[in-house]
C-alpha cells in the first residue's frame, strides 16, 4: 500500500477518529491502521513484517495489542486493523508484554546466535526488540536447525536460510512493488524457505530493496557482505544521479571507501527504493578495477595515501589514457601516449590551446560537449566560462540522444506526484523500467490502485504494457501523426508494406480516452526519446501536437542522464542561458551580469560533430568534453570518431577512462559522484541536495573548481568560490531559480528538495519514521546533513514561507515560451529494409557498469529483436547469427523474435556490443543526421 505514509496535510484536520490510547485522547485519519496512528501519537508499537509502504498482512504477530470491544479486550495485530472510534486500545499491559515475549521466544528457537558475524549485527531490529521485548533467555535447549549458507539467490542476493523469520517482506516487496514474483516461500513447517523457481531466476532490477528492508540477516549484498559493521561506517544524506529520477539514498563509507547506498523514504520521490544499478554502481568511485596492462615493464598498479585502491602507474607514462582505473592526474598527450602533468601545467596548456583556436577562428569554433553528470554548480561554472568568457554557444549537455532544450524547458512541468494521481497519463517513451526504474515502480502502483490511466505511445512492449488501458507500438517516424489521430485530427494514418502496427480498435480505444479529457485538465504526458536510431524531431512533434491539442496538459520529460535537467536549467544547450531563458530574452540580462554572452545561436553535439568533419570556415575546431564519451555515448559512433580524430583540440575532464580519452590533448580529473558538495535537478525539476562522502582521489577536482581555474588561466575570474557562492549567483540571476535560498536544503523540511520554478504547492511532505521501513539508516552516523528523523519542524515551515520568486526586479528575462508543432517529413519505408529501433537497457556497457565488478558481470551481449513473421519472411530462425547493415557499417548479432515488436521493426539496445566485440553494436548502424535508420538482415 504506497499510500501508508502520506502527508498529514493531505487529509482536512476535522476528518478524524478519536480513540484511547494508553490512557490518553489520540485522533487518527479515517481508515488508518493502529500500527501508523499509534506511532504519530509517540507510541511505537513492535513489528517485523508490517512496511509502511506494502500492503499489511499480520504474519509475524509482534504488533499485538489489546483493542476493546463488545467482548472486553482482546489481543489484535496493530498492522492489520484500522482505528475505530470510541475504541481503547493498551500498548504496554502484561497480557500484551507476555504475548510479545512469546513471539520473540518462538522466532529464536532456530535463530543462529551468530550476531557478532551476521552483517546485520548492530542495526538488527530482531536484535534491538529481543533486547527491548523479549525474553532474558532462552528455555530451550535442542539443537537449532542447520542450512548450508549462503544460497546465492541471485549475483547480488545471498541467502542465510537459517536467519530468516518469515516476515515475507521479501516475497511481498517483489510481488506488491516490483511487480516480479520471482521468490516465494518453499516447503513447510520449520523448513519453509525463501527460494527462487527453478526456470525463472531473480533477476530483478530491485532485488537490492529486499536486502534493505529485510528485519534480520537473511538476505545480504555481495558487495557489502563482510565489509564493514555499522560502528565501522558514517554516512551522508544525498541523492543518486545514476539516472534522472533523484533517488534519495544514504551513502555510507569506511576508510574513505564507499560501502553502500540505501534508500530514504522521500515521499514526492522514490519512497525508499532504489534500483540495482543505483545502489550497487558505487564501486566504480572506488575504483577497484586493475589496469589493462602496464605501459612499461617495471611499471605497476600503485595504492595511494588515501586507501582506496587506484588502477594508475607508477611510471611517468601511461600507455593511453583510458587504461588507468579512475582518471586521477591530469595527462597531456605525449606522441600516442599520455604523460602525467601537474595541474598547472594542464591548465596552462588547455588555456593557450583554447585561446588560439578562439583567436584563429573565432569563439564559435570552440565547443563544450556533455554535462549530465556535473553538479548544478558545476554546469553554470561551466556555462558561465563558455558563455561568459569564451563567448560560444556551441554547449549541449544532451550528448545527442535527449530531445530539444527549447521543448523540455517550455512546456509546463509536471511534478511525479501528479504524474501517478493523473486522470491520464500518456507514455511517448520506451521502457520506463529500463531507463528510470523507480518511476516504473510508482505509475505501476498507482495504475494497479486505479488512481491513474496509462495511454501508452512506444516503438515495442514494455514494463509497463500489461497495465495500459490502451498501448500503441508505434513505428519509428510514425508517432507525430499517431498523436494528432489520437488527439481528434483526421490525418492520415502512415503506410506500410507490413501493414498498420497496431489495431484499428486500438486506436479507436486512444481517441475514446483523448475525447473525454476535453481540453487535457488532468492529463499528463510523459515524454522522452522513445529510440537513439531516430531523430529528436520526431518525438518533439508528437510531444508539440499533444500540447497544442490539450492546452491545459502538463508534461513530465523522462530525459534519463544524471542530471541533465539540471544542466539544461543551467544553460547547457545552444540557444538556452541560465534560469530556463532563451539567448534573445536573456541577452540584455546576462550582458549586464556576465560582460558578455553569445550574439548567435550556436551546435548542438550532432552539429558540432559535423562541422569538425566538415572543415569549413567556421567550422569548430576544439572540443571539450565534460564528463563524457562520445564513443560510446553518441549515437552515431562513427561521425564522433571521425570528428574526434579531426578535431584540432580535444580536452577531456573525466573521472573515469574510456575510448574518448585516447584521443584527448589534454586530461583534466575530475571528482565524480559522493566526492563533491552541491545540488542536482531532477526531472520534474526538484532540487536536491548532493553530500559528499569521500576526498576525491589523487589529484582530481570538484567540476566547478576546474571551471573556475581554466577561466583563470584565461584571465577571466569567474568569481565563484564555492558551491555556495555559486548556488547564491544562480538565484540572483537564473529566473526559473529566482527566490530560491540555497540553505533552504540544509533544514530538515529540504532533504526532499524543493521544485522550481518556485510555486504555492511545494509544502513539505511528512516522512515516515518508522525506523523498522529501512533499517541500516537510522544506526549509522551522520555527517554533515541535519537529522531527519521526526515530523517537520516550526522554524523550516517558516524558512519555507519566505521562499518566494521576487517579482518585479527590473531587467529578469522571461522564460522559454512553449513550443508549438512543427512539421516533419519521414521517409517512406521499402519491401527489404527493416527500420532500427534503439533502445536503452538499465544494465548497458557505461562507465558505471563497466568499473563495478558485481554489476558488469551482468551486462549481456546486444541482440537483435524482429517480429517473428519477419524473422520467418526472411528465412531467419531464432539465435540463428546475422549480418546487419546500415550506410553507416555493419554488425553481426544473433536474431531472436520477440511479438511485441512491430513488424518492419528491428530493435537492438544502445551500448551494448556484440557477442565478441568490445563496439557499441546500435551506434555502429546509426547516421544521427537522419530522421529513421533503415537496416538489412542477412543469414551468414
Known amino acids: 500500500m504506497t499510500d501508508r505514509a502520506v502527508s498529514q496535510h493531505d487529509a482536512p484536520a476535522e476528518e478524524t477518529v478519536e480513540f484511547t490510547l494508553d490512557g490518553r485522547p489520540a485522533s487518527a485519519r479515517p481508515g488508518e491502521l493502529l500500527i501508523a496512528a499509534a506511532e504519530r501519537a509517540g507510541v511505537y508499537i513492535p513489528r517485523f ?60 528457537v532456530n535463530h543462529p546466535l551468530d550476531c557478532p558475524v551476521c552483517d546485520k549485527g548492530g542495526e538488527c531490529p530482531l536484535q534491538d526488540q529481543t533486547l527491548a521485548y523479549g525474553p532474558g533467555e ?58 527462487s523457481f527453478p526456470t525463472q531466476p531473480f533477476s530483478s532490477y530491485f532485488s537490492g530493496n529486499t536486502v534493505q528492508i529485510c528485519p534480520v540477516g537473511a538476505l545480504t549484498a555481495t558487495p557489502y557482505r563482510f565489509t564493514a559493521r555499522p560502528w565501522d561506517l558514517d554516512q551522508v544524506e544525498s541523492t543518486c544521479t545514476t539516472c534522472a529520477f533523484g533517488c534519495r539514498a544514504a551513502v555510507q563509507s569506511s576508510a574513505n571507501r564507499l560501502t553502500r547506498l540505501l534508500g530514504i523514504d522521500s515521499e514526492p520521490v522514490n519512497h525508499g527504493w532504489l534500483c540495482d544499478k543505483g545502489r550497487y554502481a558505487f564501486e566504480a568511485v572506488n575504483g577497484d578495477e586493475v589496469a589493462a596492462g602496464p605501459a612499461e615493464d617495471d611499471a605497476q ?44 601545467e594542464a591548465l596552462s596548456e588547455a588555456a593557450a590551446r583554447l585561446a588560439a583556436v578562439r583567436e584563429a577562428h573565432g569563439p564559435e569554433a570552440i565547443a563544450f560537449i556533455g554535462g549530465g553528470r556535473l553538479t548544478n554548480e558545476g554546469a553554470y561554472a561551466w556555462t558561465k566560462l563558455a558563455k561568459g568568457v569564451l563567448g560560444t554557444d556551441s554547449v549541449d549537455a544532451q550528448i545527442g540522444d535527449g530531445l530539444p532544450a527549447e521543448l523540455v524547458l517550455s512546456l509546463p512541468r509536471a ?4 504524474a501517478c494521481s493523473a486522470r491520464l497519463v500518456v507514455l511517448l517513451s520506451a521502457d520506463v523500467r529500463e531507463e528510470l526504474p523507480v518511476l516504473f515502480l510508482r505509475l505501476r502502483r498507482s495504475i494497479l490502485d486505479k488512481r491513474t490511466t496509462l495511454l501508452e505511445l512506444t516503438p515495442r512492449s514494455t514494463s509497463l504494457t500489461p497495465y495500459a488501458k490502451v498501448s500503441l507500438t508505434v513505428r519509428p517516424g510514425d508517432a507525430p501523426l ?9 490525418a492520415a494514418l502512415p503506410a506500410h508494406p507490413m501493414g498498420p502496427s497496431f489495431a484499428p480498435e486500438r486506436l479507436e480505444g486512444a481517441r475514446n480516452l483523448a475525447a473525454d479529457v476535453g481540453d487535457g485538465a488532468g492529463v499528463v504526458v510523459l515524454y522522452s526519446r522513445p529510440s537513439m536510431a531516430e531523430h529528436a524531431s520526431v518525438p518533439a512533434a508528437a510531444v508539440a501536437a499533444l500540447g497544442a491539442a490539450w492546452p491545459e496538459a502538463r508534461f513530465l520529460p523522462l530525459v534519463r542522464r544524471g542530471n541533465v535537467h539540471g544542466a539544461l536549467d543551467m544553460g547547457m544547450a545552444p540557444g538556452i542561458l541560465p534560469g530556463r531563458t532563451s539567448l534573445e530574452q536573456g541577452q540584455r540580462w546576462f550582458t549586464e551580469h556576465w560582460g558578455s554572452v553569445p550574439s548567435r545561436r550556436g551546435r548542438d553535439a550532432t552539429e558540432v560533430f559535423r562541422s569538425l568533419t566538415e572543415r569549413e570556415d567556421d567550422a569548430t575546431r576544439a572540443v571539450v568534453l565534460l564528463g563524457c564519451d562520445p564513443l560510446e555515448d553518441f549515437p552515431d559512433r562513427t561521425l564522433a570518431k571521425r570528428a574526434l580524430e579531426a578535431a584540432e583540440v580535444v580536452i577531456s575532464v573525466a573521472g573515469h577512462p574510456g575510448p574518448s580519452l585516447d584521443l584527448a590533448d589534454v586530461v583534466l580529473p575530475v571528482a565524480v559522484a559522493h566526492e563533491r558538495p552541491g545540488t542536482t535537478t531532477n526531472i520534474e525539476g526538484r532540487v ?18 576546474i571551471a573556475s581555474a581554466l577561466s583563470d588561466e584565461l584571465g577571466y575570474d569567474l568569481a565563484l568560490g564555492t558551491p555556495s557562492e555559486i548556488a547564491e549567483e544562480i538565484e540572483r540571476v537564473a529566473p526559473a531559480y529566482r527566490g530560491f535560498a540555497p540553505g533552504f536544503l540544509d533544514q530538515v523540511s529540504g532533504h526532499d528538495g524543493i521544485v522550481v520554478p518556485l510555486g504555492a504547492a511545494h509544502a513539505p511532505a511528512v516522512r515516515p519514521i518508522d525506523p523498522m521501513a529501512t533499517p541500516g539508516v537510522e544506526s549509522v552516523e551522520r555527517q554533515g546533513a541535519p537529522p531527519r528523523v521526526g515530523l517537520t519542524d516550526a522554524v523550516s515551515r517558516e524558512l519555507l514561507a519566505t521562499l518566494h520568486p521576487e517579482e518585479g526586479v527590473e531587467g529578469t528575462p522571461a522564460r522559454l515560451r512553449r513550443v508549438g508543432p512543427s512539421p516533419v517529413s519521414t521517409p517512406q519505408p521499402d519491401h527489404y529494409s527493416l527500420r532500427l529501433v534503439a533502445t536503452r537497457r538499465l544494465y548497458d556497457r557505461g562507465a558505471s557498469m563497466e568499473a563495478s565488478p558485481s554489476l558488469a558481470r551482468l551486462v549481456g551481449p546486444a541482440v537483435a529483436l524482429a517480429n517473428p513473421s519477419d524473422l520467418a519472411r526472411l528465412g531467419i530462425g531464432p539465435g540463428e547469427p546475422v549480418r546487419i547493415s546500415s550506410p553507416r557499417g555493419q554488425v553481426t548479432l544473433a536474431a531472436e523474435g520477440d511479438p511485441g515488436v512491430p513488424k518492419g521493426v528491428l530493435v537492438i539496445d544502445f551500448n551494448l556490443s556484440e557477442p565478441d566485440g568490445a563496439t557499441n553494436a546500435a551506434a555502429m548502424l546509426i547516421d544521427a543526421s537522419a530522421v529513421v535508420n533503415d537496416v538489412r538482415l542477412e543469414t551468414l
Open 688 to 705: 536536491t541536495r548532493l553530500g559528499q562522502k569521500l576526498a576525491p582521489p589523487g589529484l582530481a577536482w570538484p567540476d566547478w573548481s
Open 49 to 108: 513484517c508490517y512496511h509502511p509502504r506494502m500492503e499489511p498482512v499480520g504474519m509475524c504477530r509482534m504488533c499485538l495489542v489489546e483493542v476493546s470491544g463488545p467482548r472486553g479486550a482482546t489481543l489484535q495485530p496493530a498492522c492489520f486493523i484500522p482505528v475505530e472510534a470510541g475504541s481503547e486500545v493498551v500498548t504496554n499491559s502484561d497480557k500484551v508484554k507476555k504475548a510479545q515475549d512469546g513471539v520473540l521466544e518462538f522466532l529464536l
Open 138 to 195: 532462552s528455555r530451550f535447549v535442542e539443537e537449532k536447525r542447520h542450512f548450508e549458507k549462503p544460497i546465492a539467490l541471485s549475483d547480488l542476493v545471498l541467502l542465510d536460510r537459517e536467519r530468516c523469520i518469515q516476515c515475507a517482506r521479501c516475497t511481498r516487496f517483489q510481488d506488491e512493488i516490483a511487480g516480479e514474483a520471482q521468490i516465494d516461500f518453499a516447503s513447510r513447517g520449520e523448513r519453509v524457505e525463501v527460494a
Open 301 to 344: 598498479p600503485v595504492t595511494l595515501g588515501s586507501g582506496r585502491r587506484r588502477g594508475q602507474f607508477a611510471g611517468e607514462v601511461a600507455e593511453t589514457a583510458s587504461q588507468v582505473g579512475r582518471v586521477t592526474d591530469p595527462m597531456l598527450r605525449d606522441g600516442d601516449r599520455h604523460r602525467r602533468v601537474g595541474w598547472t
Open 482 to 490: 499517431v498523436a494528432r489521430a489520437i488527439a481528434g485530427e483526421h
Open 415 to 418: 511534478t511525479i506526484d501528479e
